[in-house]
């Protein structure tokens, strides 16, 4: 009995691993242990997962053998690099860099063709057709290495942009080139072929922009309270699309990138459902990518003989230094820094996805030598390892000269950034997190802070104990998507006391609440909820109605009244629009006057902000309702109010939640009153606020002189 548990262990341990179960162990061991060694001593991540793969290779250790399951799960993470990719790009700075995209691209593309092939034809001694296909080879790139510029926060710097946009052009060109080599070794390229391919590339793009986002759009919508169908619902549009790409007779790759600009306007960056996408994809997909990288590669190929390691040298020196003077070329045509420069040099310079494809279709159709294959092999390590230590260098270089996503002036305010979010109604709780999500600055160190205040009467304690067990239901919403909060259940006397204090003592500089509802006939005759908190309180205000989805937003229209840029909350208060514009990849239209447009436009300059922005001009701000002309039907209406007695205070902003929610109650709504200088009020002093009744008093006597237009 023993020996036969004996005979059951060690066949377990049989070289090669063939156990899935202890295979897969092994695999998630090695993305565990990895990293942390490796990064003792100063190698990156990557490096050590594609060295892991080496090791433990059939070339290697001879641990684990590329079976279908590890093929299976580095091609879902070839795919989840490239998907990732695309969701991530700021289509607001790709569409300003659209040009030099397409400049970075043809320098990407033609430069490594055009050292290569005279290489390939004159110094190896290859045909023609064998070296238009090597030294495409050298064209193609794989972003290897966007992990580490992600980490560093670089990824919207205009030089990561420009390089995945030119990433999707060069490998689009290099696998039609592909298809053209491989249609014209075997004779067939007719007036058909160009015309099969033509028609399916187009059917292709057709469904990807036309088709999916309308589903997705429908199915976000619907199926809203089901977060995990809409993860389910992401993978298999990527996968569906690489299926599309390869009925098209382009590479998978190509569709998971399509993919990703695809559904990028409708999964914002931080997001609940992008936060899943990226850790499932950082953890799992993504590092077995990385060793079934290096499980391919054969060192041994090198003892084979002088040619094979001639070959090796030779196309590893050609594809990093075209990569280079390719990355130098964009350098001086749009004045980057040498840091920017080493960035477009360290993504571009990693051969891996499209490179394996383009020589393995080559050597099964026998247009390259087993010398090409192997070389190229290591052409793979060696460009990988090269990329990895020159973006992670390349990234603090860009982090120490203050060039990240944010400008050093936003950061600044960001370190101090507290939000505030007063829960009253569990039932809007998690859209309103969810808006504080998207706003809140991710260079802040502060949590949001969610709090409930329990009246202070004779059921208080029990109150206070179901406030609490309601917080806890919102931390465990918020996990969800990694959002730090701190929760805060207090007693007081009255609602808004309490928040106004809570505000105080945490030093809010923003406050985000509910809608409010209708009052009753108490709060009518003492003042209601809302407007104490206003008094009370000298932070930046934002009353949010935000019940619809998000995704059928297709602009921010925001309304700013005269001297609103007077106001010392203001630059706060655009911020926040602008991250919300970049997080929804929607226009905003501002409608204000000149004077307005010109401190809003000195802003946006002033922090480099890539959202689209339109202007109109309005004038009769003592009439609003004519504002409604600017609103069409999927709009999201921003009202920049302010407190009575502030400069940019009219007359015409009493009620005006009930003026707001009557008239777009349809919309998503946000009331924003900007943060003031500070002062005190009744208010501070008095439980039952008195000054809200002497308004109330005076505006009754006001109107029996004058007719209220609204």
């Known amino acids: 009995m023993i020996k036969n548990f004996l005979d059951h262990i060690s066949h377990a341990f049989d070289i090669p691993l063939s156990n899935p179960v202890l295979v897969f162990a092994l695999i998630l061991f090695i993305i565990l242990l990895s990293p942390i060694l490796l990064r003792r001593i100063k190698i990156p991540g990557i490096i050590g997962l594609i060295l ?402 329990v009246p202070n009467n004779e059921m208080a304690e029990q109150n206070l104990q179901r406030a609490r067990k309601n917080l806890d239901s919102t931390a465990k919403y918020a996990s969800g998507s990694e959002t730090e909060v701190s929760m805060i259940a207090t007693i007081d006397h009255n609602i808004a006391n309490g928040i106004s204090r809570a505000a105080r003592e945490e030093d809010a500089d923003g406050i985000l609440l509910g809608w409010p509802s209708k009052p009753g006939i108490i709060e009518k005759m003492v003042g209601e909820k809302t407007e104490s908190i206003l008094n009370q309180t000298d932070a930046n205000l934002f009353m949010c109605h935000v019940d619809k989805s998000l995704v059928m937003q297709k602009r921010i229209v925001v309304f700013c009244p005269p001297l609103s840029e007077s106001e010392l909350g203001f630059d706060f208060c655009m911020g926040k629009i602008l991250r919300l514009s970049q997080e929804l990849s929607i226009p905003i239209l501002y409608v204000c006057d000149t004077r307005t447009e010109r401190a809003i436009t000195e802003y946006i300059e002033r922090n480099k902000n890539s959202s689209r922005v339109l202007f109109s001009s309005y004038q009769d701000w003592d009439d609003l309702s004519g504002l409604r002309t600017f609103v069409k039907e999927n709009d999201f209406v921003v009202f920049i109010s302010a407190r009575q007695g502030e400069v940019s205070y009219r007359h015409s902003f009493d009620g005006i939640p009930k003026k707001l929610g009557k008239i777009y109650a349809q919309h998503n709504r946000i009331l924003i009153f900007p943060s003031r200088r500070g002062g005190y009020s009744l208010d501070e002093y008095e439980d039952i606020s008195a000054a809200p009744i002497l308004q109330r008093i005076g505006r009754g006597i006001g109107s029996i002189f004058t007719k209220d237009k609204h």
């Not at 400049?103 to 092939?117: H, K, N, S, V």
């Not at 026998?366 to 092999?377: A, Q």
């Open 52 to 453: 892991s793969g080496v090791v433990i290779g059939p070339h290697g250790l001879n641990l684990l053998e590329r079976s279908s399951a590890v093929d299976l799960f580095s091609t879902i993470g070839l795919l989840y690099i490239m998907f990732i990719a695309g969701l991530e790009l700021d289509m607001n700075e790709f569409r300003k860099t659209r040009h030099r995209s397409v400049l970075f691209g043809f320098f990407t593309f033609a430069i490594p063709i055009l050292i290569g092939y005279p290489v390939c034809y004159y110094v190896l001694g290859y045909d023609v057709l064998s070296s238009i296909m090597i030294s495409s080879m050298f064209a193609t790139h794989t972003l290897v290495a966007y992990p580490v510029v992600n980490s560093y926060g670089i990824s919207k710097n205009e030089a990561v942009a420009i390089t995945i946009g030119g990433t999707i052009l060069t490998d689009t060109a290099v696998l039609i080139i592909l298809a053209v080599i491989i249609g014209a070794s075997q004779g067939q390229l007719g007036k058909e072929f160009w015309l099969t391919l033509g028609f399916s590339f187009a059917v292709f793009l057709l469904i990807m922009f036309g088709v999916i986002p309308r589903i997705a759009k429908w199915f976000f919508q619907k199926i809203e309270g089901e977060k995990t169908a809409h993860y389910i619902f992401v993978l298999f549009v990527v996968f569906f699309a690489a299926f599309l790409a390869e009925i098209a007779g382009l590479e998978h790759i190509i569709g998971a990138f399509v993919a990703g600009l695809a559904l990028n306007k409708l999964i914002p960056h931080s997001s609940a459902l992008m936060n899943r996408i990226e850790f499932i994809g950082n953890a799992i997909f993504i590092p077995f990518f990385l060793i079934s990288v290096g499980m391919i590669v054969d060192i041994s190929v090198l003892l084979n003989g002088p040619a094979a390691l001639i070959i090796a040298a030779t196309l590893t020196l050609v594809a990093i230094f075209s990569k280079w003077i390719a990355a130098w070329f964009t350098q001086l045509s749009f004045r980057y820094s040498s840091a920017q420069r080493q960035v477009i040099f360290g993504l571009s310079s990693a051969h891996a996805a499209a490179t394996l494809a383009v020589i393995m279709v080559g050597h099964r159709y026998g247009i390259i030598d087993e010398n090409v294959l192997n070389g190229t092999i290591v052409l793979i390590l060696v460009t990988c390892i090269v990329a990895s230590l020159a973006t992670e260098a390349a990234s603090k270089k860009v982090v120490l000269a203050g060039e990240q996503d944010e400008v050093p002036s936003e950061k600044n305010i960001a370190r101090e950034e507290q939000l505030m979010l007063p829960i009253a109604n569990l039932n809007n709780m998690e859209s309103l997190l969810d808006f504080a999500t998207l706003i809140k600055s991710k260079h802040s160190p502060h949590p949001i802070t969610v709090l409930t205040v």
